[in-house]
T-cell receptor, first 115, second 110 residues
Framework: KAGVTQTPRYLIKTRGQQVTLSCSPI?????VSWYQQTPGQGLQFLFE???????NKGNFPGRFSGRQFSNSRSEMNVSTLELGDSALYLC??????????????FGQGTRLTVV | SQELEQSPQSLIVQEGKNLTINCTSS?????LYWYKQKYGEGLIFLMM?????EEKSHEKITAKLDEKKQQSSLHITASQPSHAGIYLC??????????FGPGTRLSVLP
């Protein structure tokens, strides 16, 4: 089974731009969650999608949005980038509903740098 | 403040030594998970604990959950350089809110 694939691995963007990150979950998994990891705040939950619907959402501004497609692939979008958005963005997939009720598999992450 | 606290923040041990990492929650735990992360990479699932008193082992790593204390410990026996990394605990604290601890950075000296 292929693992969770995140693209791109690295990204450099300028303040004010927008960015789209992609996550392909493990085949058969319907739940995809997104996390932001920074040295200061640690790992923080962004949102979770299950069968194309956003089911859970963390405490992030509306600039952070996402969607999930019928094949379970998910994209995360950040608009009007700020320097503080520089982080490692991780996605996790699981075969059941809420990812923390079962083993969640994480991708390698996308490291976003905003300059 | 963080809902999950981990101690110690960092740990340096000699190869072969045992060590323990703790994770304490300020809220009721509905499930506690341990992950390992190599710097800048994804998380590797280690163990999931869901019942008070539950203890699980995988190779040389053992994790326990003390529901009353809202605490979990991760114990590594006879540490090896391959155990080095950042250990994170994660938890479902209710309200569909998933949180992680700040992590414990482990270095194992050969």
């Amino acid at each position: 089974k292929a693992g969770v694939t995140q693209t791109p691995r690295y990204l450099i963007k300028t303040r004010g731009q927008q960015v789209t990150l992609s996550c392909s979950p493990i085949s058969g998994h319907r739940s995809v969650s997104w996390y932001q990891q920074t040295p200061g705040q640690g790992l923080q939950f962004l949102f979770e999608y299950f069968s194309e619907t956003q089911r859970n959402k963390g405490n992030f501004p509306g600039r952070f949005s996402g969607r999930q497609f019928s094949n379970s692939r998910s994209e995360m979008n950040v608009s009007t980038l700020e320097l503080g958005d520089s982080a490692l963005y991780l996605c996790a997939s699981s075969d059941q509903g809420q990812p923390m009720n079962t083993e969640a598999f994480f991708g390698q992450g996308t490291r976003l740098t905003v300059v | 403040s963080q809902e999950l606290e981990q101690s110690p923040q960092s740990l340096i041990v000699q190869e072969g030594k045992n060590l323990t990492i703790n994770c304490t929650s300020s809220k009721t735990l509905y499930g506690l998970y341990w992950y390992k992360q190599k710097y800048g990479e994804g998380l590797i699932f280690l163990m999931m604990l869901q019942k008070g008193g539950e203890e699980k082992s995988h190779e040389k790593i053992t994790a326990k959950l003390d529901e009353k204390k809202q605490q979990s410990s991760l114990h590594i026996t006879a540490s090896q350089p391959s155990h080095a990394g950042i250990y994170l605990c994660g938890a479902d604290i209710g309200g569909q809110n998933f949180v992680f601890g700040p992590g414990t950075r482990l270095s194992v000296l050969p």
